[in-house]
């Protein structure tokens, strides 16, 4: 089991350039779109996380279940679901601005019990900037930690909610010791202002850097640094890429075993390019069509595209 930790939000995305473009409403948020892409994959996977009682948070529960997930273990409230508003530009690159004041699932709340056979918890995004929930995901990532577990974080940058760039850095910063991976994208290693190496030092057993259409590079521990490009498409829109990239790392890393330090440890460069090569190919998906959809496992050809 693979869970996944944190918001659920609508998506209001453009239907083309330009502030003003029409908005159709989408199933969305970080974590939400890791875990749909994990259950597409194939991945047993449960998302950990709080939801409103409103027809948005129903629909989002009914998104999660579609995918395979389980969601028995969401907590529910009257509060109205998040609203994400983005605008797309001329190349396909998203930006957003949040509605998320007195919404539900920054309401969450621990202490939380895993399921049975939990591997792996995955963590990122608006969920650990918007209290009160943070210091309970955050209080999560350390139980799952100190248990043992896997743990995932893609700090995904949203600095219209950050109100205080420097504690957010620091925080991030107290979080390493509880990571085993770490994925992010390049923008976002510049504006937390690391490097790679610094943060492995730090805790995590791997730092992945995403560089959009130019592909993926993995930093290890033990020095290693693999790279491979990004698989070539015409870009619909980037929401969601980044997502699907955690859920087919997750996803590849399970059906390897290979979800402990260890293991990581022991891919050599075959096993993170074939890795790596997959993340890149299963975005490359995503990014093909609008709004997040991430691919099916089929489309990616199946387990022997691991």
């Excluded at 900037?129 to 955050?138: H, I, K």
């Excluded at 940058?157 to 990571?179: H, K, N, Q, T």
């Excluded at 491979?228 to 890393?253: M, Q, R, Y």
Aim: hydrophobic share 45%; charged share 20%; net charge negative.
């Amino acid at each position: 089991m693979i869970v996944v930790a944190g918001e659920a939000l609508i998506d209001l995305v453009p239907q083309g350039p330009g502030a003003l473009a029409v908005l159709r409403p989408a199933l969305g948020g970080g974590p939400y779109n890791t875990a749909v892409a994990l259950g597409r994959l194939g991945s047993r996977t449960a998302f950990c996380s709080r939801a409103s009682n409103d027809a948005f948070g129903e629909a989002l529960l009914d998104g999660l279940r579609r995918a395979g997930v389980d969601v028995s273990g969401v907590q529910r409230g009257p509060e109205p679901t998040t609203l994400a508003v983005a605008t797309v530009d001329t190349a396909g690159s998203a930006a957003y601005s949040f509605y998320v004041d007195g919404t539900a699932d920054r309401l969450f709340s621990g202490p939380v019990t895993l399921p049975a056979g939990t591997r792996a918890v995955s963590f990122g995004t608006c969920s650990l900037a918007l209290e009160p929930g943070a210091s309970a995901y955050e209080e999560l990532m350390r139980t799952a930690a100190g248990q043992g577990l896997f743990t995932a974080l893609d700090p995904n940058i949203r600095v219209g909610l950050i109100p205080d760039a420097d504690a957010y850095r620091a925080r991030f910063e107290s979080w390493l010791p509880s990571v085993t991976l770490l994925k992010l994208s390049a923008e976002d290693a510049a504006w937390l202002g690391g490097t790679p190496r610094e943060w492995l030092a730090a805790g995590p057993a791997a730092v992945v850097v995403t560089r959009g259409g130019e592909g993926l590079t993995v930093f290890t521990r033990d020095g290693g640094e693999h790279a491979v490009p990004g698989e070539k498409v015409a870009v619909v829109d980037t929401i969601g890429a980044g997502d699907t990239v955690n859920a087919a790392l997750l996803h590849g890393l399970a059906v390897r075993d290979a979800l402990t330090p260890e293991a990581l440890a022991s891919l050599g460069t075959e096993g993170w390019t074939r890795l790596l090569r997959f993340a890149a190919r299963a975005a490359a998906v995503t990014c093909s069509r609008a709004g997040a959809e991430p691919p099916y496992a089929a489309e990616l050809g199946g387990p022997a595209a691991l």
